[in-house]
């Protein structure tokens, strides 16, 4: 197995449908987190397709997400192949099924998400490297992201023996450990993050989901049947795509499927999955200040400062998360950053949906 | 000596000139800290103005403000007898002065802080009466706050012998004391903090300032007569009154001046002079949150929060101020609010005086 010169490029596949709450107040059921330049450097949208954008390795990306945000899409990307607007949220699997089937079969498909940071793209494109003769084999190639502590959050990615230099069979998918686990996997060494990220050819995909998903197959085909395509725009069906189980290709596929790989790599993911997530892949002042926006730090240390137009003052402050958008503030602790959860929850109670 | 019903009535003399960065970033160059709404009940303006509106005691009130404020004072306050509109700031001796010089000399005046609390208006109306045989009789007659801790950042008025029930003679004025000196005046029970209130005939302050700050009364003099009136304002010629010294009426008469009494008073006095002041003068709910506006507060205790419209979520922290206006936000704890002149003379260094 070698990668040929001649051989069709990699079709990237950007899930784009999030919405997510945790790092409310600046993400928003409107402006959900891919669409947010937490870096500097751009959206999480934009960072990610830029990732996939070797046109060596790469071809134009298939982008799936929310017909609500169909637009603010197409402003963030320029070459995007085609754009499947996704009538309503139902999980990772379907959305994946609706780009497969928009793909032949030999096509091999570079699932990501939209919202996740690569701090070492070529290290990224490398492994993607490692694993594509596996995946053009039929192979669903997943990459265990390095694990960094022992997380409770995420899922693990268990590595069974070597199937080339760099790349494993897969031994188990495993949804959030308990901590006493997590700490001995990370420790085992034989764990990786699962970063939800996975390469494979769009008929492997299409034959997992009928294996082991087949009523959201069934879904998903209707719905792009039935569907409109406008341009480079595919509406799916709403009443056909609305039926399909709301599920992950982790629950759907990963933890049953046969024939899975990971590629281990250490290229500094995040998923920026909570204020403290930002806080530390973020540059910092002397003081550990994290600080973005109009700010005045006075005797304040470890502290991560966001202000959208405000001006942040903060004074003798240690380890807080401080957040200001033009219409909501956040003071949280560093450590209590998830609980910003609490607060989007309590304002739902309240009906207060324009702060959400 | 007795007040008789047919004795003219006495005439409030507001002092709304002060601009003060204390309560920044509510209180701001343009937005002084009497026209801000602190306690939900009116500006501190008017509610100075009302403390003084029972007419059986008080006549219409003299207001002794900025140029720039004029449209802002009298937006606020219905009722005003005389406006005089001072050229430039030059503290509280000069604007008194004005004030003095527009009445008769019999004029019986009650200069008053615009921007300062009383709890007990009743209680304070009662000293001004207890106070006002002897302003009529030629004393300076001051108001002694009951001192509720040894605060350094006052000044205090020494008591000597009994006038009369509830009325003593002054034996000295003293600014800020150190630590252990305020401890002591405190726990002697000679010592009151002096809350900048004053009653007393207006020839009584032109005597004095003729004779302690004649500077000051030669200014105010030469302003008065080259000013001009328009209707109800008063504008002091301003190349005249910048000629004046810019002092305190604390310093240029009260620590010198003969025949200065003190009526002691116990009225829940506050001058707001930091966010910990108006803290511990604010509703709080149960947790000990003193919250103004829009805010979300989660296992979060003993913090003020305040917000002119966006939306302020608390979660897990203590203590704290947090103050959120349209285009700043501080975050402080509370016993280091003080250090708010810090932030505004680092902004004025910076030239950002747009947030000052």
Not at 53 to 71: E, K, M, S
Not at 223 to 251: K, N, W
Not at 253 to 268: L, R, S, Y
Request: a negative charge; aromatic letters at 6%.
């Amino acid at each position: 197995m070698s990668e040929g010169e001649n051989q069709a490029r990699v079709i990237p596949v950007i899930l784009s449908g999030g919405a997510g709450t945790r790092l409310w107040p600046l993400s928003r059921a409107a402006r959900p987190k891919q669409m947010l330049d937490l870096t500097g450097g751009g959206s999480m949208l934009a960072l990610t397709a830029a990732r996939v954008a070797d046109p060596a390795l790469f071809a134009a990306p298939i982008v799936v997400a929310g017909a609500d945000q169909a637009d603010a899409v197409a402003g963030a990307l320029s070459g995007i192949g085609t754009l499947i607007l996704e009538p309503a949220a139902r999980n990772t699997a379907p959305a994946i099924a609706l780009a497969a089937l928009d793909s032949y079969p030999d096509d091999v498909l570079l699932v990501l998400p939209s919202d996740h940071l690569i701090a070492d793209p070529a290290g990224f494109a490398a492994a993607v490297r490692r694993g594509l003769p596996f995946a053009r084999d039929g192979w669903i190639v997943t990459f265990g992201m390095k694990p960094e502590r022992a997380e409770t959050g995420y899922g693990y990615i268990e590595r069974a023996g070597a199937l080339a230099d760099g790349v494993f069979a897969a031994a188990r998918f495993v949804e959030k450990p308990d901590a006493a686990t997590a700490e001995a996997w990370v420790a085992g060494g034989r764990h990786d993050w699962n970063g939800g990220i996975f390469l494979m050819r769009a008929g492997t995909y299409v034959a997992a989901l009928a294996a082991h998903a087949p009523d959201i197959l069934q879904a998903a085909e209707a719905a792009m049947t039935q569907g409109a395509a406008v341009g480079h725009r595919i509406h799916p069906d709403a009443g056909a795509f609305a039926a399909s189980p709301s599920l992950s290709i982790d629950y759907a596929v990963m933890e049953k499927a046969e024939k899975v790989a990971v590629v281990p790599v250490d290229v500094g993911w995040s998923d920026v999955g909570s204020w403290q997530a930002l806080y530390e892949v973020s540059a910092r002042d002397g003081d550990g200040n994290a600080v973005t926006g109009d700010a005045v730090a006075i005797d304040a240390r470890g502290n991560l400062i966001r202000s959208d137009g405000p001006l942040v003052t903060a004074i003798g402050v240690e380890d807080l998360v401080i957040v200001a958008t033009g219409d909501s503030v956040l003071v949280v602790p560093r450590d209590q950053c998830q609980r910003v959860r609490e607060a989007v929850d309590r304002l739902k109670e309240q009906g207060k949906d324009k702060w959400i």
